[in-house]
């Protein structure tokens, strides 16, 4: 057993070697994913150690990225693309929207689309306009695409190798802020769980708190906080988007009786009203107050100076979780 | 008033007048008239039961494309995109691959289909609404139709990049060397996906060959509303040849798309093949060309048939007998029948079967749906039987 301290960006780039190692179809393409190691260095040093063939810097065309990972996907192999930034993603809607998610479904199940798409996500960089979006619920909504948010150094290494082994397209949102954030210890002898599971990371009997990527960090500290006042939160990552594990949020929320969602997308047709309307259907009887959703407001991602009013916080949670109670 | 800043060089001294034959640059190896002319380039020594060959394939073809829009008009299929006109630029290029190569069709390509093995009637499942595609891309070394205009071109370029990683190009051995054929129109040019994929396959050399149908319209809109200059000098622009060949003259097309598939095979990378034809159809059968084009200039292409000149030269040259025709005629209406039954008979989809489809393996929320629907579906049989 080898235990390591590793950050989000290195969990990804060791979970990159491993899956370029276990299968020589596997492809890396993106811009600047090369020499340079990606804007994020994600990609570090993998060029170097598996070539220039499998680690393709591309031309700076996000559709030509996607589109050409199609074709290499009906040639047999399994690319991996990284879009630069959440908010350039959209030259590349057409090809993900209408082939990527298509192409199984239009040939009957014949052909596979074994395609990873790798979006850095979310704000708090500090960055300039189309750098700190959360695109997660258009993708969602398409039928045909997986869609999965790590978000910790631990689940980065490890999805990331899950949804490169998986057969059909995910989406792959990793939270840019927690890139080269907080470190965790890594042991990479233990057995994973599956991809497509969320997970409790906090117990807890008083309310539900869901969240994924960026906002499981928010979700984790307003429950150490709401602790200190008496009241304990379980905190759960949902981790898959699409398919959503319900089960056990179904479970959690039966116990508790209140729930809030937290997301940094907007709330309007985000995926906290998703979330909501499956608990309804699911957990009526057992519901004390209506799913409060916790995300930005309908408006364009503000200018960096502000981004933190704008983004869901340590209190923006707790005062859902408050109004739950209040309900 | 000062006079305007000179600005580059005169387009029209760089590219020359616009033409509507095609200018001088056009390859042509059968006159509409059915005579053989040479090029010094492209050229290919045709044999008898080639040329044979290329004319049955083009009368089957456009047998395919005829069926196929009567079985619209009677209803059997919900639209029909129709090559007639470009037979030739079809069965060339088509007969220029080699099993080994890959095509990437627009949803026009039948011609293409039927060169590649595709049984035709498989192609009706989607104009039918059967299905969207039913056939195994990589059984036939041809893609599935591709509606979204262009995005295909992207997918060749992609699997061409493939075929370099699996060491098929450029190997010298002629039984594995391998090259892709990406289809698309003069509307398509228009495109950014086609203009990135010129890019991509420019950067890496990958082994594709954009054959480009130049048929004049895209729906309404004439060749003018999508460039200012010949389609085929836009290549040198983006770092690779472009040729313009005589899109109704099999021979033509045959000899250059061989040309172009030879280069990319050997690892010389991409070229451009505009085909210049004529759409003489309708876009799809539910288009209506009077409304925006004048039937003079459809009478002066239907002087240019692909397939009267191959026959006035087959004729003229003692290369076919009555029994020729004949036979090839009882061909036709074989495969006429074949549609007209087969089609027909078309199953129609399973609704329950299309849960299946969307991901290589069923998730529980869609199988939930699934069950959901078919015990909706049950609910009404019950209530029959009371």
Known sequence: MTTQKITLAKGLNMGLRKAMEADDKVLLMGEDVGKLGGVFRITDGLQKDFGEDRVIDSPLAESGIVGTAVGMALRGYRPVVEIQFDGFVYPAYDQIVCQVAKYTYRSQGKVKMPIVIRIPFGGGIGAVEHHSESPEAQFAHTPGLKVVACSNPVDGYWMIQQAIAHDDPVIFLEPKRQYHADKAELDDSA????????????????????????????????????????????????????????????????????????????????????????????????????????GAFDMPYPPSRIEEEYLPDLDRVLDAVDRTFAF | MSDPVSFGPDLAEVFGPSQSDGGPDLVQLLTPEGERVHHPEFDHDFSAEELRGLYRDMVLTRRIDVEATALQRHGELGIWAQ???????????????????????????????????????????????????????????????????????????????????????????????????????????????????????????????????????????????????????????????????????????????????????????????????????????????????LNDELEHWKLKDPIERLKVYLRRNGLVDQQFFDDLDAEAKELGHHLREGCKALPDPKPMDQFGYVFSEMTDEIREQRDGFQAYLASFESEGAH
């Open chain 1, 191 to 294: 057995t994973p769980e599956p991809l497509f599971t969320s997970r409790v990371v906090r117990a807890g009997s008083d309310a539900t708190v869901l969240a994924y990527g960026p906002t499981v960090k928010t979700a984790l500290k307003a429950a150490e906080a709401a602790e200190s006042e008496g009241r304990n939160l379980e905190v759960i990552d949902l981790r898959t988007l699409s398919p959503l594990d319900m089960a056990p949020v179904y479970e959690s929320v039966r116990r508790t009786g209140r729930c809030v969602i937290t997301h940094e997308a907007h709330v309007n047709l985000g995926m906290g009203a998703e979330v909501a309307a499956r608990i309804t259907e699911q957990c009526f009887y057992s519901l004390e107050a209506p799913v409060l959703r916790v």
């Open chain 2, 83 to 293: 090559l007639l006109g470009q037979e030739a630029a079809q069965i060339g290029a088509g007969r220029a691959m080699r099993p080994q190569d890959y095509a990437f069709p627009t949803y026009r390509e039948h011609g293409v289909a039927y060169c590649k093995g595709v049984d035709p009637l498989r192609l009706l499942g989607l104009f039918r609404g059967v299905d969207q595609g039913g056939w195994d891309p990589n059984e036939n070394n041809f893609g599935l139709y591709t509606i979204v205009i262009g995005a295909q071109t992207l997918h060749a370029t992609g699997y061409a990049m493939g075929m370099q990683r699996d060491g098929v190009v450029g190997t010298g051995d002629p039984e594995r060397d391998s090259a892709v054929l990406a289809h698309f129109g003069d509307g398509a040019s228009s495109q950014g996906d086609v203009n990135e994929a010129f890019i991509f396959a420019a950067s890496y050399n990958a082994p594709v060959v954009f054959f480009c149908q130049n048929n004049q319209w895209a729906i309404s809109e004439p060749i003018e509303r999508q460039t200012r200059i010949p389609l085929y000098q836009r290549a040198l622009g983006f770092g690779f040849p472009g040729i313009r060949v005589d899109g109704n003259d099999v021979l033509a097309t045959y000899a250059v798309t061989k040309a172009a598939l030879q280069r990319a095979r050997e690892g010389n990378g991409p070229s451009f093949v505009e085909a210049y034809t004529y759409r003489m159809g309708a876009h799809t059968t539910t288009d209506d060309p009077t409304r925006y084009r």
